[in-house]
């Protein structure tokens, strides 16, 4: 599990399976009932979710030294702690948040934390499976081949409350 770290390649110990903190708040973001002001870095969006926050701001050039003071170290370490109890803090409300959802998935979805790396769209397909008995079936593609696409358009709410019928329509999941 990390928070934008997806140039390292390493096995993750929940399940084989790599969770980046990042991609899952990126995937969800139109569900959360907050905006996100101040963008979407792990200090930002821990902030929003009053996960806390890292302390004061940072010299990031401290780590392309070769060599560092006792006092740069302490400072290093301090951020680096920091760093790790937002993610930490940060993975842990999001697998709360969502881990409701287990009991209503095949138990691989849940054993994998699936729940917490699929989109929205992918999770109501599996849900609808599972709940009525239909296998989960995809169509093969040669991924080698397939062009490189991050997922669909999400359009932020304009207004705060709609009353009256709403659609959501999900052309790519039909």
Same mark, same amino acid.
């Given at each position: 599990?990390?928070?934008?770290?997806?140039?390292?390649?390493?096995?993750?110990? +929940?399940?084989?399976?790599?969770?980046?903190?990042?991609?899952?708040? $990126?995937?969800?973001?139109?569900?959360? /009932?907050?905006?996100?002001?101040?963008?979407?870095?792990?200090?930002?969006?821990?902030?929003?979710?009053?996960?806390?926050?890292?302390?004061?701001?940072? =010299?990031?050039?401290?780590?392309?030294?070769?060599?560092?003071?006792?006092?740069?170290?302490? =400072?290093?370490?301090?951020?680096?702690? $920091?760093?790790?109890?937002?993610?930490?803090?940060?993975?842990?409300?999001?697998?709360?948040?969502?881990?409701?959802?287990?009991?209503?998935?095949?138990?691989?979805?849940?054993?994998?934390?699936?729940?917490?790396?699929?989109?929205?769209?992918? +999770?109501?397909?599996?849900?609808?499976?599972?709940?009525?008995? +239909?296998?989960?079936?995809?169509?093969?593609? /040669?991924?080698?081949?397939?062009? =490189?696409?991050?997922?669909?358009?999400?359009?932020?709410?304009?207004?705060?409350?709609? +009353?009256?019928?709403? $659609?959501?329509? =999900?052309?790519?999941?039909?």
């Amino acid at each position: 599990m990390n928070f934008k770290n997806k140039l390292f390649k390493y096995e993750s110990n +929940i399940a084989n399976k790599h969770i980046d903190l990042y991609v899952t708040v $990126q995937n969800k973001k139109g569900e959360f /009932n907050t905006k996100f002001e101040n963008g979407y870095g792990l200090n930002a969006v821990c902030k929003t979710f009053g996960l806390g926050e890292k302390i004061g701001d940072f =010299d990031y050039n401290l780590f392309k030294k070769s060599e560092l003071t006792p006092e740069e170290k302490e =400072d290093c370490e301090i951020y680096l702690r $920091q760093d790790l109890k937002l993610t930490k803090d940060l993975f842990y409300y999001l697998d709360d948040l969502y881990s409701m959802l287990k009991e209503f998935l095949p138990n691989y979805w849940g054993n994998k934390k699936k729940y917490l790396t699929s989109t929205t769209g992918a +999770i109501a397909y599996a849900v609808i499976c599972h709940m009525t008995g +239909i296998p989960e079936k995809y169509k093969e593609h /040669n991924t080698s081949k397939a062009p =490189d696409f991050g997922g669909g358009l999400v359009i932020e709410p304009t207004k705060e409350e709609a +009353i009256g019928a709403c $659609q959501c329509v =999900d052309y790519a999941s039909a």
